[in-house]
């Protein structure tokens, strides 16, 4: 109301009945007179502004004003009363406070002019927006973050209505398919499909919202996208359906797998290059192998019966020849069976299974016990874990290692070999794919030693860095190698000449079935 003329009621009901209203108003109710005098005061504003009535009634509304408002009041009013023109009486606005505490707050004021029989008052009615501000700068701000989060993502975002029209587009999405924002707004979405989506996506839309039977939409799932140039690329899209006030959008987040499909064919055709020359040279080594057992049968046949029954036909240096061809026989038949031994550690394996390394090692070590007697190995073994492996493929892994250890023995020294392991995890936090938890195996002895400069040599199949001191073919630490490899980790060793050999093999805790 722009202005009230009041005459005042004799009657003391209607007085007090109006007093009650005023001070029960959650609202705060002020009246000052013409020069800005309060004269009056309901509870509700000493409770917004924090002073007692006392405090207030006497002294100029400027008081419950900041600056600029607390010095420029008195001139409001002159100026009203001078030119009549409103700038808050009988309109209203949003204006801010002063409390006692010295706090600024906004509030809402309206001012009525009150004409009375002798003079002229105004009454100010003051609704404190604090709350209301807060959560309008709260939302403001949280709409601020979603907004900065989809301007800087790194995945596209884009929005559409129930027709498919693209409502919203981030800057990702844009550069993504090759367009600038205003070129995709406003468009149908099936712009940035190939065919065949490019014609049925409508259709996609309309069987969703007939049928509700989701293809995509809170699902994801990899589909091709079409770029401003032509260019037609694999995205993984997830789409979300969000239920307005009044409608319904649906938001898509598009990731971009061109390079992760790149590496994945690349990988893919790799693999099978890999398998197919793997399953050549495994043929090859078995079908070779086994081969060659035939006519070295009969170099062994033939060269015991001459031993046999020609001994007394040949001569001492005969006899000699015979025993040495004999010899590299046994070596060639030795040779030939571990090549076998290594081309069955990928062609022959089983499943894996969880295997308990401690049981596996316990029966190598069984297995061993003559050869640990005869030369009094000490053996120092500390728990192993279980793990998922292939059972078999364990045992020749420790009983390559420990018949290595104890063969490679000082003359004058009684062979140490100690078992140990401990767990660690290839990438902190990770432990849900095969491969991500790792157990170390350390097989370590005071034998003889190598120099590191042929560690690489010592996994390679018929290398041998000891001549002919030592029985073997050279094959026992490439089957090694290749054991420890196919169950997800590697092997190498720590060694000096004469102060021993430490070799480290790992494996995965967990492994791909096959």
């Known amino acids: 109301m722009e202005e009230t003329h009041l005459t005042p009621s004799h009657n003391p009901d209607d007085q007090a009945r109006l007093q009650a209203i005023i001070d029960a108003a959650i609202d705060g109710i002020i009246t000052i007179d013409t020069r800005g005098r309060i004269e009056s005061v309901n509870p509700a504003v000493s409770a917004i502004f924090g002073y007692q009535p006392e405090e207030m009634i006497g002294n100029n509304i400027s008081m419950l004003m900041p600056e600029p408002d607390h010095s420029a009041h008195d001139q409001y009013i002159e100026n009203y009363q001078r030119t009549g023109q409103r700038k808050i009486i009988g309109i209203g606005r949003e204006v801010k406070g002063l409390k006692k505490d010295g706090t600024v707050f906004p509030f809402l004021l309206s001012i009525s002019e009150v004409k009375l029989q002798d003079s002229v008052i105004y009454t100010g009615i003051i609704h404190d927006i604090s709350r209301q501000k807060k959560a309008e700068v709260a939302q403001l701000e949280s709409e601020h973050k979603i907004q900065s989060i989809i301007q800087t993502a790194v995945d596209g975002i884009i929005t559409i209505d129930t027709r498919g029209i693209i409502e919203m587009v981030n800057p990702a999405a844009a550069r993504l398919f090759g367009y600038h924002e205003s070129e995709i707004l406003g468009h149908n979405i099936s712009l940035l499909m190939p065919e065949p989506d490019h014609s049925a996506h409508d259709g996609y839309m309309d069987n969703y919202q007939r049928t509700g039977k989701r293809k995509i939409i809170g699902i994801g799932r990899e589909v091709s996208g079409l770029k401003k140039d032509g260019t037609v690329f694999p995205l993984f899209l997830s789409i979300s359906e969000v239920q307005l006030a009044d409608r319904k959008v649906y938001t898509g987040f598009i990731h971009d797998i061109t390079q ?43 060269g015991d019966r001459l031993k046999s029954k020609e001994k007394g036909n040949l001569s001492e240096q005969g006899q000699d020849y015979v025993d040495r061809m004999l010899n590299a026989a046994v070596r060639m038949q030795n040779l030939i069976n571990d090549l076998l031994t290594f081309s069955r550690v990928t062609t022959k394996s089983k499943g894996f299974e969880k295997v308990s390394l401690d049981a596996i090692l316990t029966e190598v070590l069984s297995d061993l016990e003559i050869t640990i007697e005869r030369t009094g190995a000490e053996i120092e073994r500390y728990p192993l874990p279980i793990i998922e492996a292939e ?124």
Request: net charge positive.
């Open 260 to 302: 992760q499909k790149i590496s994945e064919e690349r990988l893919r055709r790799y693999a099978a290059e890999l398998e197919r020359s793997n399953r050549e040279l495994q043929d090859f080594a078995y079908v070779s192998s086994h081969d060659l057992q035939e006519p070295l049968r009969k170099i062994q046949a033939f």
């Open 391 to 514: 059972p078999t493929q364990m045992r020749q892994l420790f009983q390559n290692l420990i018949s290595n250890a104890i063969k490679f023995r000082k003359d004058n020294e009684r062979p140490h070999i100690r078992i140990s392991s401990t767990d660690f995890q290839r990438w902190a936090h990770l432990t849900a794919t095969p491969g991500d938890e790792v157990v170390k195996i350390v097989v370590e002895d005071n034998g003889i030693g190598f120099e590191e400069k042929y560690l690489d040599r010592i996994f390679n199949i018929f290398q041998r860095l000891e001549g002919q001191k030592y029985e073997g073919s050279g094959v026992g630490l490439a089957i090694c190698r290749k054991i420890a490899i196919k169950h997800g980790g590697d092997i190498t060793a720590r060694s000096q000449p004469g102060k021993g050999t430490q070799f480290i093999i790992t494996l995965a805790k967990k492994n791909l079935q096959e």
